[in-house]
């Protein structure tokens, strides 16, 4: 986006013209793009994600795993991460990527993961990095910003639904990693 949004006050910074400003939190945190020295950061909240979801040691994610992700040496980066911080450490983050609709014929967001520190939640912070992806989507002209959310994380879900979100229950979520994936990998049907 070339120009920035006439409805954006003056006092605000952009990393790029028109997405992603860096702006103060009525609550005192900095809102603003993931910057490479944040990757320890992320990682440990990403490790408070996994104890909240009951999966501690579910973790395999490296330091290096995100720089390359994030922060690619070559090419462009194929992740991307908005931050809350206070002082020198981060209170929340939000990891997103870039999704495509084949019926839209559309771009989109999905955020893969979504944490405030419990300390720091109902100040208006889960709030406000929501809101900034869904500018983000407005200003690229995506259509949807999706996510996934626990079942019993009733908080979370009556959280979305208060901003407008709904649930999509026709829809069943698969997964395939580990020995399933490497046994289709390998299976002979890609050489008929």
């Given amino acids: 986006m070339s120009d920035v949004p006439s409805d954006v006050p003056s006092d605000v910074q952009f990393d790029a013209p028109g997405e992603r400003p860096t702006v103060t ?98 100040s208006g912070l889960g709030h406000a990095i929501l809101s900034r992806l869904a500018r983000i989507c407005v200003l690229r002209g995506y259509r949807r910003l999706e996510w996934w959310v626990l079942d019993w994380n009733r908080g979370a879900i009556d959280f979305y639904e208060s901003r407008g979100a709904r649930g999509l229950d026709e829809w069943t979520h698969f997964r395939m990693d580990g020995v399933e994936l490497d046994r289709l990998a390998d299976s002979t049907a890609l050489t008929r």
């Fill in 25 to 122: 939190h009525g609550s005192g945190a900095v809102l603003r793009a993931a910057v490479a020295s944040d990757v320890p950061e992320l990682l440990r909240l990403v490790k408070e994600l996994a104890t909240y979801e009951k999966e501690p040691d579910a973790v395999e994610a490296t330091e290096e795993m995100y720089r390359g992700i994030l922060f690619p040496d070559q090419g462009e980066p194929t992740g991307f991460c908005e931050v809350a911080a206070v002082g020198d450490g981060l209170v929340a983050m939000a990891f997103w990527y870039v999704t495509f609709s084949t019926w839209s014929g559309r771009n989109g967001i999905w955020l893969e993961d979504f944490f405030v520190e419990p300390e720091h939640r109902r």
